[in-house]
Structure formats: structure tokens, C-alpha cells
Antibody, heavy 120, light 107 residues
Framework: QVQLVQSGAEVKKPGASVKVSCKAS????????ISWVRQAPRQGLEWMGW????????NYAQKVQDRVTMTTDTSTNTAYMELRSLKSDDTAMYYC?????????????WGQGTMVTVSS | EIVLTQSPEFQSVTPKEKVSITCRAS??????LHWYQQKPDQSPKLLIK???QSFSGVPSRFSGTGSGTDFTLTINSLEAEDAATYYC?????????FGQGTKLEIK
């Protein structure tokens, strides 16, 4: 079945980096993109950016664009999101979601989420 | 950046009631507006795409209308399992954005 499976929870210190993976299966990875969405505890959803599953082209939200890098490995149908210089307010559940070939469609498939905790 | 404003932010309703949640966009987005349901400790689930298209497997009591800047999610004959937070999401303009959410409590 079509699914996105994310890597496990992470605990990081302020200033460190985290890299979250999202492995796709059940569909042709290169026909879609992946968006990353985060949700701070008891808060709403925040779009972080999009990456093409075809050519790795990216589009980042301004709020994180200086600290985030999204990549893909088409040999394993896996998308990655790396966030650097972590701060306490980066503590959140991070989701990957299937987006369109071009950025900007509905998110029909979501990963299970990866909890990232930033604490000294 | 397009801001989505949902109302109400919280609603307490009884089973079998009809519920409407609205989402207003700060500028026109055509029909590039989608609705999700999120239950505690779960990932969001797509309910309605492109303002009015039901997603596969979603119960028929969920429906969506609207275009331009004003959109509505309607739940007919509410069931206990519909207790959740509902989000709208616009994909018509980058950066994509979400509404702040509407929490639905079932009495």
C-alpha cells in the first residue's frame, strides 16, 4: 500500500542538527514531491518546504530557509529533512506528506511523524 | 504569504448535529483549498481536496464548498468519532499555509 515511514524520535541539544528520513513505498517516487510539515506541542500545522521526487528541486518557507536542507535519495525512495542550529522552539512533531510533482496540491498521504525534542 | 483564518476555533456539539467550519483566505486562491482531520496522537488525514472533492474512503457526511477567499467544511449528522481538530490548507500560492485549526468537542 502507499505509505510514508519516518525515522524515530530524536533528542538534541540547542545548536545541534537533526536529520529526519521519510521512506516512500507503494507509488512511483519520481512522480510526486514531498512536503515537510511540523507541529509544535499543542499547536497548529506549519509548512516548512517541498522537495521534488523527480529532480530534487526545493522550495523552503522563509522562516526556516537559512537552516533547513531537504534532499532525496531516489535509489531508496527516501526524502530527508535536515534542520541545523536547533533552538528550543524547534521542538515539534515533524511530518512528511506526499505533495505534487510541482509544489502545491493536497497532502493525501502522511508519515507517522517524528518527534524532535531540543533540550539542554 | 496567504493567511488562512478559521472560525470558530472551538465548538462543542451534540451527536447528529450539523456543523459548519469556515476558512477565509487573505487573498483569492481559486479552489486550491483542502481540509484535514487530526485526532490526538495521530497524523492529519485528508478529508476534502480542492474545496469540494471528497477524498477516497471519507464518509459522505463530510462535504466542502467555496472558492476564492471563503470556504466551508460541513459535517452532517455528527458522530462521536468526529471529535478532532480540523485544519484547512491552501496550496494555491507559495508558501503553502494552514489555518490555525478548529477543535470539535462532542458533548
Amino acid at each position: 500500500q502507499v505509505q510514508l515511514v519516518q525515522s524515530g524520535a530524536e533528542v538534541k541539544k540547542p545548536g545541534a542538527s537533526v536529520k529526519v528520513s521519510c521512506k516512500a513505498s507503494g507509488y512511483t517516487f519520481s512522480n510526486y514531491g514531498i512536503s515537510w510539515v511540523r507541529q509544535a506541542p499543542r499547536q497548529g500545522l506549519e509548512w516548512m518546504g517541498w522537495i521534488s521526487g523527480y529532480n530534487g528541486k526545493t522550495n523552503y518557507a522563509q522562516k526556516v530557509q537559512d537552516r533547513v536542507t531537504m534532499t532525496t535519495d531516489t535509489s531508496t525512495n527516501t526524502a530527508y529533512m535536515e534542520l541545523r542550529s536547533l533552538k528550543s522552539d524547534d521542538t515539534a512533531m515533524y511530518y512528511c506528506a506526499r505533495d505534487g510533482y510541482f509544489p502545491g496540491t493536497d497532502f493525501d498521504i502522511w508519515g507517522q511523524g517524528t518527534m524532535v525534542t531540543v533540550s539542554s | 504569504e496567504i493567511v488562512l483564518t478559521q472560525s470558530p476555533e472551538f465548538q462543542s456539539v451534540t451527536p447528529k448535529e450539523k456543523v459548519s467550519i469556515t476558512c477565509r483566505a487573505s487573498q483569492s486562491i481559486g479552489t486550491s483549498l483542502h481540509w484535514y482531520q487530526q485526532k490526538p496522537d495521530q497524523s492529519p488525514k485528508l478529508l476534502i481536496k480542492y474545496a469540494s472533492q471528497s477524498f477516497s474512503g471519507v464518509p459522505s457526511r463530510f462535504s466542502g464548498t467555496g472558492s476564492g477567499t471563503d470556504f466551508t467544511l460541513t459535517i452532517n449528522s455528527l458522530e462521536a468519532e468526529d471529535a478532532a481538530t480540523y485544519y484547512c490548507h491552501q496550496s494555491g500560492s507559495l508558501p503553502q499555509s494552514f489555518g490555525q485549526g478548529t477543535k470539535l468537542e462532542i458533548k
